[in-house]
């Protein structure tokens, strides 16, 4: 008997199962789509950045060349922990490295110059690199101010400025830089004998400078309670010129309060050239800075230009103060230090002190008196090249600049001489680290032979035009201060620590004990 089978049954599926629901759609097949996209995506982003790095490594190398510096740059920062806190130890090393070598940070590419060549090179090579300073300089002095001026422009500019520092004119100044110095220092003694013990000196010789500053510049044409308040609000901007700093003067920024404390002098200054101006006009004598810059603008022999706003002279003064006040705070300080550690030259001092005031600690200084005090001025030049209130200044290179045979530093890279080096080559200055006066009275000595290598006010266009102006008031506050008070270094671990990028002296670096001597 046959069956009839229909063996296609077997194959058939479930009613319960043959069709799906209307609701289902295909998830696995969308979610795949989406991980293709997103990896996609990754991977698109993570070329995008390894293309970035490389790029950025490859520019690092290219413009690094064969300089010594590291072989790759930490992507994006650089040295930029190293900036942050920079160590003595660590540019040294970096010096040492080469007569030239590269950094990064933040993609600013670096040459640093070791060298007394290289360094003057740059100093003297004004269409190739020009000072920048700080990123938040031009905030703080405004971008209008003289001292960022180039070319020909600069040095039209410069040369009017330079009645300002004649030997007239520092004669004039010198007496009211000796009463400040004595006024402040009489202050210390009194502040030790109420308090005794060690003194930390760095903001009493800071207002003591600025002190002097203000009344050199501007004399009794700004009144006493805005000297004062100038004073207080200044260090606000000497705080603000980190090489490092957060870029905008938003609120509570360092660059917001200096930008405010700017203001602040400006608008006092500004009064002190208009009463300056009417004082001159009346036939007054000269008795200040802005007296004897107005007299000179009326002389009819002289050929510059005439005509300067009230404002313009004000911001004049005001590059004159931040170019004096920390530098000069640090030059003086360390002097004081350098003096306290080496009794027998302070004895040499004192002893020159005698012969020169002829035993009279009370007669005013004059130019003359300042002339004949020769050792006291090789102290000075010797303590600025041992402990040097500035190492080195960055500048930008504005064009391709060939600064050797083998290498061109690229256009709007950072190039930065260094003055320290040059101060302490062995070849020049025998026990560089040796603080020896006697060194500059030979006038045959290696060091008064080689001037290229006193780099303490730098060289070139942009070399410090008040020099004369800063060396003498050192000098007359520390020959006031050696007839007037004994004075002992207590030594602490920050004594001998040199700042490598501000001059600012560290706070509790150098602590005096102070006391009076009967003949001053």
């Known amino acids: 008997m046959a069956f009839n089978i229909d063996r296609s049954a077997s194959a058939t599926v479930p009613s ?42 490859a520019v690092y190398r290219y413009k690094k060349r064969h300089l010594p510096g590291d072989n790759w740059t930490i992507p994006l920062i650089g040295k930029f922990a190293d900036s942050v806190s920079p160590s003595m130890e660590g540019y040294k090393k970096q010096w040492d490295s080469g007569a030239l070598s590269a950094i990064s940070v933040f993609n600013i590419f670096i040459v640093m110059a070791s060298s007394n060549e290289y360094s ?65 220092l009489s202050q210390w003694l009194a502040h030790t004998k109420e308090n005794p013990g060690p003194m930390a000196i760095m903001m009493p010789a800071r207002y003591c400078n600025m002190d002097t500053s203000l009344r050199v510049f501007c004399g009794n044409h ?28 938003l609120p509570g920024t ?12 400006l608008r006092w200054l500004e009064l002190a050239a208009h009463n300056s101006k009417i004082a001159m006009a ?28 009230d404002l313009e002279m004000a911001m004049v003064l005001f590059s004159f103060l931040f170019a004096s006040q920390d530098a000069m705070s640090s030059g003086l300080i360390y002097g004081f230090q350098h003096l306290a ?50 190492t080195m200044v960055p500048y930008k290179a504005t064009r391709a600049f060939p600064i050797s045979d083998e290498y061109t530093v690229p256009a709007n890279s950072m190039v930065i001489p260094s003055f320290y080096n040059s101060l302490h080559d062995p070849e020049v200055y025998p026990n560089p680290d040796e603080f020896k006066p006697e060194r500059w009275l ?50 602490t671990p920050l004594s001998d620590k040199i700042d490598i990028i501000a001059t600012l002296f560290p706070k509790d670096g150098c602590r005096l004990k102070l006391c009076p001597r009967n003949n001053a």
């Open 254 to 265: 360092k660059v917001y309060k200096a930008v405010q404390a700017r203001k602040v002098a």
């Open 341 to 390: 550690d080496h009794p027998d030259i302070l004895a040499k001092v004192r002893e020159e002190q005698e012969r020169v005031r002829k035993g009279d600690y009370r007669k005013p200084l004059t130019i003359e008196m300042m002339d004949e005090m020769v050792y006291l001025q090789a102290v000075v030049k010797e303590s600025l090249r041992v402990t040097p209130p500035v």
């Open 16 to 57: 319960s199962t043959a069709n799906p629901p209307l609701y289902s759609f295909p998830v696995a097949s969308v979610l795949t789509v989406l991980q293709r996209r997103e990896l996609t995506w990754l991977c698109t982003t993570a070329a995008i950045i390894a293309s970035l790095l490389v790029l950025e490594q």
């Open 442 to 491: 030979d006038a045959n000595g290696s060091a008064s032979t080689n001037p290229k290598n006193y780099l303490v006010y730098g060289s070139g266009p942009h070399r410090c035009i008040g020099l004369e102006y800063a060396n003498m008031n050192i000098a007359l506050t520390l020959a006031t201060a050696a007839v007037m008070m004994n004075f002992e270094h207590e030594v």
């Open 282 to 309: 009346n036939g007054a004598e000269p008795e200040c800075m802005l007296d004897q810059w107005v007299q000179s603008l009326g002389d009819p022999a002289y050929k510059g230009r005439k005509e300067f706003s």
């Open 222 to 249: 700004i009144p006493e309670h805005a000297a004062k308040e100038i004073n207080d609000k200044y260090w606000a901007i000497t705080q603000s010129l980190e090489l490092v700093n957060f870029p905008l003067a």
């Open 120 to 184: 003057r090179k740059i100093l003297n090579s004004p269409t190739f690199a020009e000072p920048c300073l700080v990123h938040s300089a031009k905030q703080i002095l405004r971008p209008d101010n003289w001292v960022f001026l180039t070319g020909k422009t600069h040095v039209d500019y410069r040369r009017g400025l330079n009645a300002l520092f004649t030997r007239k004119a520092l004669g004039i100044y010198v007496g009211i830089q000796e009463a400040i110095a004595r006024k402040h």
